[in-house]
């Protein structure tokens, strides 16, 4: 009875096919070939580019620092592998558009050398800040696909005092199963980094949100924690989208997240499986993030498998090592079908970002012929931040962008909820993203007027400033000269 | 008799209501349209011309009495037509208009002399130098009015659409394949 | 003084008090049941041409509101203390038009004063409320039902609520109807004139409601 009265704890979502039998039934693949060339762009995060410390034709050994991070939030870039820089130049990105940006090419030289690192004996010695900066040095960012540095979270975090860690093993995306596959295989490493985490934080505890649909790694992960009573592992609904940090954090702890704040702030942090992995690695081991599993699947994959691989290999190499079909292919996706990024062609890298790498025949996607909405408002109840999709859709349409706005165009989370269960097949998730990328062009179009009327008063002023510092130099002179004259004229008849 | 009481009842209404509206007309005056003002400004006030007209002020005048159309400020783009659109209360579709491309000024290196006139010239600034150095233009402050290149001797200043880079790369409208409705620039 | 003014039939003019529960049935009657709009037709032209964005619709309305009981009360007056007792009602619609057109001066200069953005986005639906067959019309109809004072200011105040009521509703469903795909060839206008002829069925139900005490 009471809880008719409470909010319930899932809000939307859609329950798509899983599709990921293909690839979570089969350990991860260790022996990718090494690529001969690795093209890593220098911006795999959140934040200010990387800046590159090495020159073309320097010789590297894998792990070893290429990029030191800028600013607040910036993280490093580390050789993938052993090898030769050969080039610090401008290449395509893993992006829909494929436009170009700053990348360094390594060439391999098959011998794949790590260099010298550090195993710490007792980790929990070191301090926290030491945690955050040994997590910053190695360039680790948001493994679920974020990429926000972890290293400003864990300090965001312990400056907010946290007290409860939520690690997201959720991986509500179809197709995908990396943490899936890393979570049965390495529960242990993982667990060691959630407790690395928590002592980078200064926290007290910890719980592991594991979707249903995953039973084997729930019940890993729980015998790693077993010895630690204050991580716990639950599981959570399988539903898309619970991995959202805000869904998460709703349903686990009861709490909502308000509109515009961060999760900080209200004492719960987030953070990937994988990131908790990498965190293990980093500071165990002294091995900042080189490599990652990612997970290649779809209809026109012929062997779909999770597979690690070193940061940088191109996407043509992946597929030829899963003997993907291009012919059959339709749609290339980085990430998951819901919110991914379709990609133009396969001569892009795969960056830390990279959960998966999907190539999707025809009958595998959504049919594009759209038809006109029918106000069956199916995307309102499956929309996970509770918005009105139909109504922002439909103002985008006939460009009221101020009243899609107003509805709350800034809160939505490109989840693709609203997309999928479209009866008439339209685009919602594409009006929202041009919507989106319409309103900060204008914003800027606006901030440029302001500017440009800054600029030109200053102008004016300078050019009035000269004019009347001209005009007054005159004045002086005249009157310097008459004061001559007068003196000379005094002179002329005192003399007479 | 009636003409007569009808010409007099008339005249006298009507001088009466004249009257009323003069006295009414002498409190609620208005000094000069501040409409104007408000459009004068939201517009960028380089006096650029690129529009048709002599400067901001005229332009402002012409939008005010809707002898032009919102989109004519190309420095103002679609965000400045909206405002417009706004504020005067006119329908606008800029779905039909193409956002005017915004072009900048580059100088060429290899045939710039140092001669400053450019940058006398230039409304915003926009371009720095010192005599017999070579100028540059700073682009994001340039607004593409083109008077540095109507002075330029060597004509080695052009005008160039902005570069897309990942920054500014923007998404495109969904175009479904249904026959767009007319409804939302209908006129009635 | 009052007692002694009579039309030319000899009838009392200033009707016996009414209650203010008979006002306000007048009131309800006059703006939905015979809304002017909907149920008698008048008026349609600011109606079709500024129901588009509902702000507009509202201020039109307002504007229209004020006119209406404005004129409704001068027109009163003009008709029973100088158009009856010189006998020259044949000058009634001049007579009234002026008044009008001079009420709707004014008000233009107070809107232009007191909200010039309102002004221009009204532009010349304004002045022309002059035109408004409703306003005209609400005058002509309060002589011949031979209403009183009061009688006639409420109904020219409750046909102008009906008529702001219907603004509104009718701006909302266009602002909606812009929002979806109709077929090109009913686009517009067409489908505004359909959802008003429709909107008027729904008016025309409240023909059964009783607001005769």
Known sequence: MLSFFTKPRIQGGVHAEERKAATATQPIIYNFPLPEKLYIPLQQHVGKPAEPLIRVGDKVLKGQLLAYSQGMISAPVHAPSSGIILDVNDYPAPHPSALPIRMIVLETDGKDEWMTTKTIADPFQLAPEDISLRVGAAGIVGMGGATFPTAVKLNMGRENHIDTLIINGAECEPYLSCDDRLMQERAEQIIDGVRLMLHGMETESAVVAIEDNKPQAYLAMQAAAMPYPHIKVIQIPTRYPMGWDRQLIRYVTGKEVPVGCRSSEIGVTIHNVGTAYATHKAIRHGQPLVSRVITVSGGAVASPMNVEVPLGTLISELFSFCKVNSEQTARIIMGGPMMGDSLPHTGLPTVKATSGILALTQNELKSTDEQPCIRCASCVSVCPAGLRPLDMANNIRINQLDVAVDLGLKDCISCGCCSYICPSNIPLVQYFKYASGEVAARQQAQHKSEQTKRLIDARNARMERIARQQLEEEQARITAKKERERLKAAEQEALT | MYVLSAIVALSLLGLFLGLLLGIAAKYLKVESSPIVEKLESLLPGSQCGQCGFAGCRPAAEALAEGKAAATMCPPGGSALAEQIAALLGLDLDLSDVKEPELLVARVSEATCTGCTRCFKVCPTDAIVGAPKQIHAVVADACIGCKKCIEVCPTECLQMHPVEVTLRNWRWNKPTPLFAENEASGAVC | ?213
């Open chain 3, 1 to 213: 003084m009052l007692q002694q003014i009579t039309n030319a039939s000899e009838q009392p003019l200033i009707s016996v008090e009414k209650t203010v529960s008979e006002y306000l049935l007048l009131l309800l009657g006059t703006a939905l049941v015979n809304n002017v709009v909907l149920v008698k037709f008048l008026g349609l032209c600011p109606f079709m041409g500024v129901s588009k964005k509902l702000d507009a619709a509202l201020s039109m309305g307002l504007a229209t509101t004020f006119v209406l009981t404005l004129a409704a009360m001068t027109s009163w007056i003009l008709e029973h203390f100088i158009l009856a007792p010189f006998s020259i009602q044949f000058l009634r619609i001049l007579a009234f038009i002026l008044v009008i057109a001079a009420v709707v001066q004014f008000t233009e200069m107070v809107v232009h004063k007191t909200s010039p953005v309102l002004y221009q986005i009204l532009g010349i639906f304004l002045p022309l409320i002059t035109t408004n067959c409703a306003v005209l019309g609400v005058a002509l109809l309060n002589v011949q039902e031979k209403y009183g004072f009061m009688d006639s200011l409420i109904f020219g105040f409750g046909s102008a609520v009906g008529f702001t009521l219907v603004m509104v509703l009718f701006a909302g469903l266009r602002e909606r109807l812009a929002l979806m795909a109709v077929p090109a060839l009913f686009a517009g206008t067409p489908i505004a004139f359909i959802t008003a002829g429709i909107l008027s069925l729904a008016f025309m139900g409240f023909a059964g409601l009783n607001t005769k005490m």
